[in-house]
């Protein structure tokens, strides 16, 4: 009998090995999935770490021998800490980037070669590592995902590295308890994981300042979408547009029909025939004082109407703030905002990798400004606005032939404004070589192009006739996911467009780009990227920007809801009562005597029952 409960044990023993195994392993893939989820991994580290977690499978499962030498392993290590300060100093630049790639080379040798207990130990603290990593470089609502993934794994390697431990001391197992060990081990490593996560999250929402610094320090300032600086080469715009990367995300704060918008984000006035510029000026800093700033407040408006709208920018993915039509009114969480040329503003101060602010702005009505008396133009718009490079000779040509006959600066931009809607092409795609003279490239021969070479093409033409222009550069309109209720900006949605200075109406917006042929549809899958957007919107709003406002309207809602719900518990209450009153007096009016004289027989059952059937 001895020997079958020893081969039993052996085998129990030999599962929880191959429990933690592979426990280790989910940790070590949770982690690297962390990391390659925020975007910032390279390419052949993603995939040299994805072949090592490979091989690894592959080894616990049995389904491939693999004996590495040790001298190698410690030969290729010591090669490469003498490779991680070159790295670090002249390959990637970027501490963060090598000492991840370091921490992905050391934890990919070691997991092919683990066999001892020193070796697991040291795997468990890599994946921790990689794990801070992925939170420093990570700010989205996958990072969570793997969150939860690291924790369930871990608590799964460090329970089942427990009874590994006790086995080695005293391999003696007691025979019961052996059925669906691995099973229990499991759900219980799940139930745990899940009862920390429903605890932290609770202690976040209790406490947000602690969790709004530690996210803070956690989310650095890291890439940034050329075309929104102060300085923008032709095509850039084209290519922002060739990626789908979130930007931005907009609630209408009234309840109103959907609004096709353009986002106002920087204006450049300097053109030097392939590039747009602001000169170096002296920028103005706003202070923001309980976070509210007003801007513009003494302004005289002409015709329009008013909007509220809160905004959630993504700051790795621009440097400024975008706003549609003219901001009266701002509501920011940052100590100051900068106020650069051209009327654009610039966060200031944020540390975090979203910014979130309320604006209450005016949107003219540039049709019926247009009625307004005309005014003289500023003597620092036309010093700024009007400047040229050396054109090719048929461009003032083009300028002056489409306005000949017009007699007032709106109709001349108007009619330039249609002829490149109507006789240009618009694409995506960029030219394979660029032109010596891109401008003239894209009016003469090529005829055709995206935003960009429109609204510069505009600008210059206008600039040819004496009429004050800018390139705008922002986003345009975007998708409304009604899961969030909010408006969702891409990459992809980058615009260009023009604003020329009209005597009667002052900066006037014009968009010469025709629509895009081809627009997006919403496919099924487009549809399932709304509910995703919609928990990411949920992840940026309430997560990282949680802080002391948003726990106490968190709290104002839980507190309406309760008063809600005991409301209507009470209501519930008492006309269930009343219902119940009126119900038993229908049922007494029609059953009560025949219900009193059963009543009265069963308690002359009860009490002379007995007696009776003792006589009987």
């Known amino acids: 009998m001895a020997r079958p409960f020893r081969r039993g044990a052996w085998q129990t023993a030999a599962s929880v090995e191959r429990f933690f195994e592979f426990s280790l392993l989910g940790l070590l893939v949770s982690s690297y999935l962390a990391v390659a989820g925020s975007g910032q991994m390279d390419r052949p580290t993603m995939v040299l770490a994805g072949a090592a977690l490979l091989l690894r499978a592959l080894l616990i499962g049995g389904w491939l021998r693999l004996q590495i030498p040790p001298s190698w392993v410690t030969a290729a290590t010591i090669a490469y800490l003498g490779f991680y300060p070159l790295d670090w100093r002249w390959i990637s630049q970027d501490f963060v980037a090598a000492t991840v790639r370091l921490l992905f080379f050391v934890a990919s040798v070691r997991l092919l070669t683990a066999r001892t207990s020193r070796d697991y130990g040291l795997l468990v603290v890599l994946a921790f590592a990689e794990l801070l990593a992925a939170a420093w470089l990570s700010a989205n609502l996958n990072f969570f995902v793997f969150l939860a993934l690291f924790l369930a794994f871990a608590v799964a390697t460090l329970a089942s590295a427990e009874l590994r431990r006790c086995w080695k001391r005293s391999p003696q197992i007691a025979r019961s308890g052996r059925q669906g060990l691995l099973w229990r081990l499991a759900a219980l490593s799940a139930a745990l994981a899940l009862g920390i996560l429903v605890l932290t999250a609770s202690l976040f929402f209790v406490l947000p300042r602690t969790a709004q610094a530690a996210f803070q320090r956690l989310a650095p300032e890291r890439y940034r979408l050329p075309g929104f600086s102060s300085e923008v080469t032709l095509g850039q715009i084209g290519q922002i547009r060739q990626s789908h990367r979130p930007v931005m995300h907009v609630r209408v704060l009234e309840p109103r029909r959907r609004l096709e918008l353009k986002w106002r984000g920087v204006a450049l006035s300097r053109f030097d025939g392939r590039r747009w510029f602001n000169p170096p000026q002296p920028r103005q800093t706003l202070p923001v004082r309980d976070r509210l700033l007003t801007l513009g407040g003494d302004v005289i408006r002409g015709p329009g109407e008013r909007l509220s709208y809160e905004v959630l920018l993504n700051r790795s993915a621009a440097d400024a703030l975008f706003f549609a039509g003219k901001p009266e009114l701002l509501w920011i969480n940052l100590p100051a905002v900068i106020r650069g040329p051209n009327e654009t503003l610039r966060p200031a101060g944020a540390n975090a990798d979203a910014v979130r602010y309320g604006v209450h702005a005016f949107l003219p009505d540039e049709t019926a400004a247009r009625k307004l008396p005309a005014r003289p133009v500023p003597a620092e718009v036309l010093d700024c606005c009007l400047e040229l490079p050396p054109l090719d000779p048929r461009i003032p040509e083009l300028a002056w032939r489409l306005t000949e006959g017009f007699t007032s600066a709106a109709a001349s931009a108007r009619a330039i404004e249609a002829h490149l809607r109507e006789n240009y092409r618009y694409t995506t795609e960029l030219p394979k070589q660029q032109p010596a003279d891109p401008l003239a490239h894209f009016l003469f021969e090529r005829r055709q192009g995206h935003c960009e070479y429109f609204a510069s093409a505009m600008a210059v033409l206008l600039r040819c006739i004496g009429i004050p222009s800018r390139l705008v550069n922002g986003f345009q309109s975007g998708i409304y996911n009604p ?64 802080d002391l406002t948003r726990q106490l309207a968190l709290a104002s809602r839980v507190e309406r809801s309760s008063r809600a719900f005991g409301e209507r518990w009470l209501a519930a209450i008492g006309s269930g009562i009343g219902r119940w009153r009126r119900n038993a007096g229908e049922w007494l009016r029609d059953y009560g005597s025949a219900a009193l004289a059963l009543l009265a027989l069963a308690v002359a059952a009860a009490f002379l029952g007995p007696s009776a059937l003792r006589w009987w």
């Open 483 to 546: 899961v969030s209720g909010w408006y969702l900006l891409r990459a992809s949605d980058a615009h260009s467009w023009v604003e020329a200075y009209l005597p009667a109406t002052g900066w006037t917006t014009f968009d010469p780009t025709p629509p895009d042929p081809s627009p997006r549809r919403l496919s099924v899958l487009s549809h399932l990227a709304l509910y995703l957007d919609a928990a990411e919107t949920f992840w940026q709003d309430w997560v990282l920007s949680y």
